[in-house]
């Protein structure tokens, strides 16, 4: 079974830390592109940050660029996002997804089932 399960949610002060997990069964994530989304309650939900089928490069938005840090750990089949320098907005349910394509941009095949993240003093 094709599974994504996200980890690593949680509350977390204003300036905080936080760093999610995303990690697979089924599949290899280095074979897949990997997305970070976001979605806050009533609003779309928004790309956060992308790294490309194996390799390392990677994009962000610009609302959490310099804050946020996507990254592969191929032996243990999982992409993480750390999170830094947390704010207020940031605030949402975070999934991950894969797609076997290569670039960052378009659909994706998988979806985990998201984390909550809440950024709250």
């Known amino acids: 079974q094709l599974q994504l399960v996200e980890s690593g949610g949680g509350l977390v002060q204003p300036g905080g830390s936080l760093r999610l997990s995303c990690t697979a069964s089924?599949?290899?994530?280095?074979?897949?592109?990997i997305g970070w989304f976001r979605q806050a309650p009533g609003k779309e939900r928004e790309g956060v940050s992308c790294?490309?089928?194996?390799?390392?490069?990677?994009e962000y938005a610009d609302s959490v660029k310099g804050r946020f840090t996507i990254s592969r750990d191929n032996a243990k089949n999982t992409v993480y996002l750390q999170m830094n320098s947390l704010k207020p907005e940031d605030t949402a349910v975070y999934y991950c997804?894969?797609?076997?394509?290569?670039?960052?941009?378009?659909?994706?095949?998988?979806w985990g089932q998201g984390t909550q993240v809440t950024v709250s003093s």
């Open positions: 089924g599949f290899t994530l280095n074979d897949h592109r």
């Open positions: 790294i490309r089928r194996g390799g390392g490069s990677t």
């Open positions: 997804a894969a797609d076997p394509s290569r670039w960052c941009g378009g659909s994706y095949r998988y």
